[in-house]
């Protein structure tokens, strides 16, 4: 998963992808299809603006100075990502899922654009449990496949306290939609009671910045630490329940609405 702070701060662009791991089959590492598509779209959104590109409107037109970078839309940032990678010559084969979110700052407009097959990778808004229904990129020429212009495209205003999730199917097939609100509402009181001892699990080890990007070394505000416990107690949540047999999974509903037979939970990378 990447995350992007666009220009001038005007906001962040979130981008997750997950190969389709059909590949192996065909001796293609479907990781490097995924790694590739996120890499590029970070190469692009970096340079761009959430919004229109920030002018002084009281100036005339030839006194303005150029502005650096452009707006840049979730769909023009996969289909640019999706031009990256086809140019890639390490990348033989392959195909990816894919959802890129920007978040406007000043707005608070969040749109987003997403490409898969049905339930395998999406983002929710807790407040709205808003899922876009769906069809994955290929590399192979002749392959039928969607392009990034027949990606679902989604848009709607936060408002203060939204929580915005981005996951993939290791998620989704395990947690329920229910469960998924409980940990955050969960975590979310814990801190309201006592913020500074809230010590829900072992935190994940911490993202690398890419080159070039900031790192700060100031102390992480309460709100970015409630917001990493919520990652955190989620994706522990979920390996539980990967390897729990006993439970009733998303998956295995989905399963037996097919009228196939699965029990428990779906391990997944």
């Excluded at 389709?20 to 598509?37: H, I, K, T, Y």
């Excluded at 392959?143 to 709607?156: F, I, R």
Aim: proline letters at 7%.
């Amino acid at each position: 998963m990447r995350e992007i702070k666009m220009r001038n701060k005007s906001g962040i662009s979130l981008g997750v992808a997950d190969g389709v791991g059909g590949w192996v089959e065909s001796g293609v590492d479907p990781s490097v299809f995924s790694q590739a598509l996120m890499y590029h779209a970070h190469r692009y959104s970096k340079l761009a603006w959430v919004g229109e590109p920030e002018i002084d409107p009281t100036q005339e037109y030839e006194e303005r100075e150029e502005v650096e970078g452009w707006e840049l839309k979730p769909e023009e940032c996969l289909e640019l990502a999706l031009g990256g990678v086809l140019r890639e010559r390490q990348v033989v084969a392959g195909s990816s899922t894919a959802c890129i979110v920007n978040l406007n700052a000043s707005s608070g407009v969040l749109r987003a654009a997403k490409s898969m097959p049905f339930r395998e990778l999406t983002f929710v808004s807790l407040r709205q449990l808003a899922k876009i229904p769906t069809s994955p990129f290929s590399r192979y020429e002749d392959a039928e496949s969607d392009s990034p212009k027949d990606a679902d495209l989604y848009e709607t205003r936060l408002r203060d306290g939204d929580i915005v999730i981005l996951y993939t199917d290791g998620l989704s097939d395990n947690v329920f939609m229910s469960e998924l609100a409980a940990i955050c509402s969960f975590v979310s009181r814990q801190f309201t009671v006592s913020p500074p001892s809230m010590n829900l699990i072992a935190p994940l080890p911490p993202i690398s910045e890419p080159e070039g990007e900031d790192d700060s070394s100031s102390p992480p505000a309460v709100e970015d630490v409630e917001v990493q416990a919520m990652a955190d107690r989620i994706v522990h949540y979920a390996q539980k329940c990967m390897f729990n047999k006993q439970r009733q999974s998303p998956f295995e509903r989905a399963a037996a609405r097919e009228g196939l037979f699965y029990r428990g939970g779906k391990p997944d990378e």
